[in-house]
């Protein structure tokens, strides 16, 4: 039977087969645990009900917190929990499906005060963070959204991009942009462990890619910070994204598969043994293209065909009072993009054929303990590791050479210990250090046509650790007004550099349903380590090398955002944010006196200069708007609009655009969903964004030809912007649920209008031009998932 014809039949077979079982009615299992939202311990006594039920469905959780509902039936549900001395928590269109059980936590928060005769009408709030210490400038995200929002392809990075104020760098990474930020502000943490780069070809040093290794169906609901955050997080000065991995199924063994853009995925969880509940989950994915190209598929791409595979796993082992995990995420990537070869993947190299290599992995192990009814410990241990190794033929130069060749590897050891305390339904702290030790080897040479020789503009192996320590503090005056207050501080002993950062949050909620906001804090950035570790060829003869940047100090931040919460009747919201940030210490150099490292990343590359200083500036302003509103009847929204001004001051004293001032980025989802027969689900999902164009540097076409080399109008850097940005995705998802089977069928339509929206000018030796790349033009993709 040819390719095509199986591909488009055996889910037809899976589907009729589905339908042949349909003899009886579907049901499935909900439970979950509840918790304390602060010390996390389990609240007994709890009561669930599934509203809107006729006779009303509920239970009470069990002493360690556990609740059960067994043969419910399929589709959408609402849930409204409660418990004495705790706000009620509604949660609404929670999705029951045949192909497994539905495990939820439900977190309670402590009243203040004790109600008696007054009725408090909870608020539907899916946006609010899990962190109890973020009052500004966060919010929470499910799984359900990054598979909603159209053109997020299961990403977390690519959905984040909808939220007001973030943007991405381009279509063919996922870099998040916060705020007129670099994307190297940004700080990656899953489990609670600081994590480098996870992204299939992500270099060292950045924080995105073009494919994420973080599997979206092993998240739990996470949280992500645009500014302002809580003195738990830092070496950051943009935002942070805090990724939970959900436990696996501790009663059941469950099982999935999947294919579309994320490659071809197989997962299974399940219970170590009916004795206990330990449980397992483990997923292991493999690049799409990579298959059906060893299959004989050509895709019009030459060799430029991305090559990568990934494995993610939890182990949850829950013990009297408390619980270990181990968790890890790994995958390895190639690619070749071969301009010799006519390669149509277009990454603004054209004139180069370039062979890419990158490795990420992290493994760890928390440990929970519960001291008393009051107070959580948390220890951590865990090892990352991250490389990127590139070879580079400058087809100006021939082939018969590499132009560059680089070798970077970096190991990270990191322990931590945490302690949570609650004093009283008031006061909470929350306190704990890191230490960190990253054991580095880097190598990276290029070929000078005067020398006739390469030279090593980066050669080390060594180490460097850096020690950190937080406390922040939480005072409820009332149920209605909170104060967070804290103090983050870094110290790195490779050059006795420190850090001292004091944070604040209030929120005061005057009305119901509505709240104002205020933040504060310092912030403070390590260098990318290859900043530290860039060499200067000062003899050629004897080829001596010196170290210009080891003595860099931390790049610093301070953030002021207010805001403004609204609940707009049932289900929708308004929120209004306006900040200001002064970032100063930022790296300059007056070997060029122009450039600021803030303008650095999003890229598959970056400036490195000598003799780089601290005396750079930078100034973020700006306004944002959100109004959504929740999945409620199958429809949702989402519009977010930001203005906002970036900029930056060099070595030179003059105030100029950052690289990522955009000034404008307007947001529009929408979706909606049809309940179709009894077991049916069909969803359509919109996405439209219009923005700024990116900035960038101009190209001298006449220095560049003289020399046959690029040359850059540094005198007029980040001025000019490409045509404004505009985007159209849609997305329609099919879901059929079957006796102990669950199918879907999904297609994402990228690039409606086949917009040709501009990536990157560089200069082609090889034909001594300008060449311009494009960003992705319309492209459809096909995913189909199972639960079984």
């Not at 962190?131 to 799984?143: D, G, K, L, P, Q």
């Not at 004093?423 to 040479?445: C, H, M, T």
């Not at 860039?534 to 090398?545: G, P, Q, R």
């Not at 990157?760 to 992705?776: F, H, L, V």
Request: proline residues 3%; contains cysteine; charged residues 20%.
């Amino acid at each position: 039977m040819p390719g095509p014809v199986r591909q488009i039949f055996l889910p037809i077979i899976f589907g009729l087969f589905s339908y042949c079982a349909m003899a009886q009615e579907l049901a499935q299992t909900f439970r979950g645990q509840v918790i304390d939202a602060y010390t996390e311990l389990p609240l007994p006594g709890a009561t669930v009900i599934i509203s809107g039920t006729d006779p009303l469905l509920g239970t009470s959780t069990d002493a360690d917190g556990f609740f059960r509902f067994d043969k419910l039936p399929l589709g959408r549900f609402d849930i409204r929990v409660s418990m004495m001395g705790y706000k009620t928590n509604s949660i609404s269109n929670l999705l029951l499906s045949s192909g497994r059980e539905l495990v939820l936590t439900v977190r309670l928060e402590e009243q203040v005060y004790m109600l008696r005769d007054v009725e408090v009408r909870p608020e539907l709030r899916k946006d609010q963070p899990i962190n109890e210490m973020a009052a500004v400038s966060a919010r929470s995200f499910t799984i359900d959204e990054t598979e909603r929002y159209a053109g997020s392809l299961g990403d977390p990075s690519r959905m984040a991009a909808n939220f007001a104020g973030v943007s991405s760098a381009s279509d063919q990474r996922n870099d998040i942009i916060i705020r007129g930020n670099s994307p190297l502000g940004l700080l990656w943490r899953l489990e609670g462990v600081e994590v480098p780069n996870p992204n299939h070809f992500g270099s060292i040093g950045s924080t995105g890619g073009p494919v994420s290794m973080i599997n979206n169906n092993q998240l739990d609901n996470s949280d992500f910070y645009t500014g302002a955050f809580p003195a738990e997080y830092g070496n950051a000065l943009a935002g942070a994204f805090d990724l939970r991995m959900r436990n696996g199924n501790n009663e059941k063994q469950e099982f999935m598969g999947q294919v579309g853009f994320n490659g071809f995925e197989l997962g299974a969880e399940g219970p170590f043994s009916s004795k206990n509940r330990a449980s397992y989950m483990i997923n292991a994915r493999y690049s799409t293209l990579e298959v059906l190209q060893a299959a004989g598929m050509s895709f019009g791409t030459g060799a430029a065909v991305p090559k990568y595979k990934d494995v993610s796993f939890k182990l949850n082992f829950p013990r009297e009072r408390g619980r270990i995990s181990l968790f890890g995420v790994g995958g390895d990537n190639s690619i070749a993009m071969l301009d010799s070869k006519g390669d149509d993947a277009q990454y603004g190299f054209a004139g180069n054929d370039i062979y890419f290599k990158n490795r990420m992995g992290v493994a760890g192990i928390n440990h929970i303990h519960y001291l008393d009814s009051d107070t959580r410990l948390v220890q951590s241990l865990a090892v990352s590791y991250i490389s990127s190794m590139v070879d580079i033929y400058d087809l100006g130069s021939g082939l018969d050479r590499k132009s560059i060749e680089e070798n970077l590897g970096e190991t990270r050891y990191s322990i931590s210990s945490k302690i949570a305390r609650r004093f009283s339904s008031r006061n909470y702290l929350n306190a704990g250090v890191i230490l960190d030790y990253f054991d580095i080897n880097y190598r990276g040479q290029e070929y000078r046509e005067e020398m006739e020789d390469y030279w090593f503009y980066i050669n080390t192996k060594g180490g460097m650790g850096m020690a950190r320590a937080f406390t922040e503090w939480q005072h409820r005056f009332s149920d209605k007004l909170t104060m967070n207050t804290g103090i983050h501080s870094s110290y790195l002993f490779f050059n006795d550099t420190y850090g001292i950062e004091p944070r604040m949050g209030i929120k005061w909620t005057f009305r119901p349903g509505q709240s104002v906001n205020f933040g504060a804090g310092m912030h403070s950035q390590m260098q990318m380590k290859g900043l530290y570790f860039s060499n200067v060829l000062v003899d050629t003869l004897s080829m001596t090398y010196e170290r210009t940047n080891e003595d860099l100090d931390f790049s610093r931040s301070l953030h002021l955002v207010t805001g403004y919460d609204r609940l707009l009747g049932e289900g929708h919201r308004l929120k209004a944010e306006v900040y200001y940030q002064y970032l100063y210490n930022i790296p300059v150099t007056p070997k060029r006196p122009e450039f600021s490292a803030l303008s650095q990343g999003g890229a598959f590359n970056y400036w490195v200069f000598s003799n780089m200083e601290n005396t750079g500036r930078g100034a973020n302003k700006g306004i944002e708007l959100t109004l959504e509103k929740f999945l409620q009847k199958g429809f949702y929204y989402l519009v977010t609009a930001s203005v906002f001004d970036a900029a930056y001051r060099g070595y030179d004293g003059v105030w100029r655009n950052s690289a990522f001032n955009n000034n404008y980025i307007f947001n529009a989802l929408a979706g909606y969903e049809w309940v179709v027969g009894s077991r049916s689900l069909l969803s359509v999902d919109l996405k439209t964004v219009y923005a700024g164009g990116n900035r960038y540097l101009e190209i001298d076409y006449e220095e560049s030809s003289r020399y046959n080399e690029v040359r850059y109008r540094w005198d007029t850097a980040y001025d000019k912007r490409y045509p404004d940005y505009f985007r159209l995705n849609g997305r329609i998802t099919f879901r059929l649920n079957g006796q102990n089977i669950n199918q879907e069928w999904a297609v994402d339509l990228q690039n409606i209008t086949n917009r040709s929206n501009v990536f990157a000018e560089n200069w082609n030796r090889a034909r001594q031009e300008i060449t311009t790349s494009y960003q992705m033009g319309f492209l459809p993709m096909m995913t189909y998932r199972i639960y079984f």
